[in-house]
């Protein structure tokens, strides 16, 4: 049998069956009757976070979601819309599911492409599941396995029990708690769920029992503890947003102003004699102005450029000093607390060193902080380039700010610190 390739554009790349059509019963009681893989999450349902699992793997070449039959309109809505505002990147279609989970499977597959060679198949009630696991499933499958399981050790002892007393106590080494995404040979699979449909007994839990029951092998992947099923009330801790934790932020900044006939020179608000001036729009404070994109990058607002553009007419001669103001309101509006300010201006004349503490002074009143904040540095660059050649003067900015903590909604379950930091 040829190799897969597996890259989400070969033409044999696995289709994932995103499997969202169960009842929830046995966490009915807590979701007020929701079916759980409709539940909100970081304010998408957790059947969409499965979804982008599968995505992010970079294997997957599609996806079928198989709904309750009764909820698959509305859901298929709903998904058009969520594709249009969070890109999914894959190809899609719905199937009604089935009474049970192997119906809802067996579903599923009849809405696979025709010539879908490899399968995925996975619960929409296992959202945190990393893209890292997909790829180890479909690398199994890529080295030739027909059936592949993610699996963990079991650490309770598990014992079979009938009416309240143990009938046994089962080797432990031996077992394993089997998880999903599993990955089949589609033709293998389909073989599997019509045979079953044939044969007499209950409903199967996963796919791979029905393999085995054909005597097909099925290779074995590690699992891993987040990729959880949620089954029961307790389980919905697991959706509360985690603590918030505090978030800082860098930003950086950087501005040329050429010599000539135009400005008097200013630094930092303070006005440096020496006769040397500068072209510039503005009163062309090369110091505030790259301090001012540093804010900006803070609170990742652009550039001053963005802002204040060199066409705007009201900007003429306008004092740095204000706009820096006015930078500072926004990035403040942006929920960005600057803290520290590290300033480097590169000039090869006039001499700086008698302006330092000056400029340090005016832009820690500027910035609201205290001088012990803010850094002034001064170097040439020995003779070399534009500076070198009294042609202009640079300035380079660096802020560090506390930011407000990221909204709940898109913050992190302390179970899943991993997936969602890809
Ligand atoms: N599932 C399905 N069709 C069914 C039953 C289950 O698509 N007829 C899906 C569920 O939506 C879930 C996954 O299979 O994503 C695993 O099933 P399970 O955890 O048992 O979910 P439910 O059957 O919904 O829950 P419960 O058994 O508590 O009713
Ligand atoms: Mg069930």
């Known amino acids: 049998m040829p190799q897969p390739v597996f890259t989400s554009d070969a033409e044999d790349a696995p289709w994932a069956l995103v499997l969202a059509a169960g009842h929830g019963s046995r966490m009915a009681a807590a979701t007020g009757g929701e079916a759980k893989q409709f539940l909100p999450w970081r304010g998408l349902p957790l059947y969409w976070h499965a979804a982008q699992a599968m995505s992010r793997s970079g294997l997957t070449a599609g996806l079928v979601f198989v709904f309750p039959p009764q909820r698959r309109a509305a859901e298929e809505e709903r998904l058009r819309a969520l594709c249009r505002s969070h890109d999914l990147g894959l190809p899609w279609v719905c199937a009604d599911g089935g009474e049970t989970r192997q119906d809802s499977v067996r579903q599923g597959l009849a809405a696979l492409p025709a010539r879908t060679r490899w399968v995925l ?17 479909c690398a199994a499958l890529r080295e030739g396995a027909v059936g ?14 009938a009416e309240g007393k143990v009938l046994a106590t089962l080797p432990r080494h031996s077992l394993a708690a089997v998880q999903t995404p599993q990955g089949f040979c589609c033709a293998t699979l389909r073989r599997a769920h019509a045979a079953a449909l044939a044969a007499p007994g209950g409903p199967a839990t996963d796919d791979a029992a029905l393999l085995e029951a054909l005597g ?47 400005r ?16 510039a729009h503005s009163d062309g404070d090369v110091l505030l102005h790259a301090l001012a994109d540093a804010l900006l990058g803070c609170a990742a607002l652009g550039d001053i450029g ?19 103001d006015r930078v500072l309101t926004m990035v403040r509006e942006a929920g960005v607390t600057p803290c520290h300010a590290d300033l480097t201006i590169v000039a090869q004349k006039p001499r700086m060193a008698p302006h330092g503490a000056a400029i340090r002074k005016n832009v820690a009143r500027l910035l609201g902080l205290p001088p012990s904040c803010v850094n002034v540095k001064a170097t040439t660059e020995e003779g070399l380039g534009f500076t070198g050649r ?29 997936a969602e930091r890809l």
Request: net charge negative; hydrophobic share 40%.
């Open 121 to 137: 198949v996975h619960d929409a009630a296992r959202p945190f599941v990393s893209p890292a696991l997909v790829q180890r499933v």
């Open 306 to 324: 963005r802002h204040f553009p060199d066409s705007d007419p009201t900007l003429e001669g306008v004092s740095s000093a204000l706009l820096l």
């Open 148 to 161: 592949v399981v993610p699996a963990l050790p079991v650490t309770d002892t598990i014992k079979t029990v």
């Open 264 to 279: 008097p020179l200013r630094l930092g608000g303070v006005p440096i004699e020496g006769g040397f001036e500068v072209v």
């Open 390 to 418: 009294l042609e202009g003067i640079k300035a380079y900015a660096v802020v560090s700010a506390q930011a407000a903590p990221l909204d709940a909604a898109e913050h992190s379950s302390p179970l899943n610190p991993t």
């Open 216 to 262: 097909e092998e099925v290779r074995v992947v590690p699992g891993e503890t987040v990729n959880v099923k949620l089954t029961h009330p307790q389980d919905l801790d697991l959706l509360r947003p985690a603590t918030p934790i505090p978030r800082f932020c860098t930003g950086m900044g950087y501005d040329v102003h050429r010599y000539g006939s135009g």
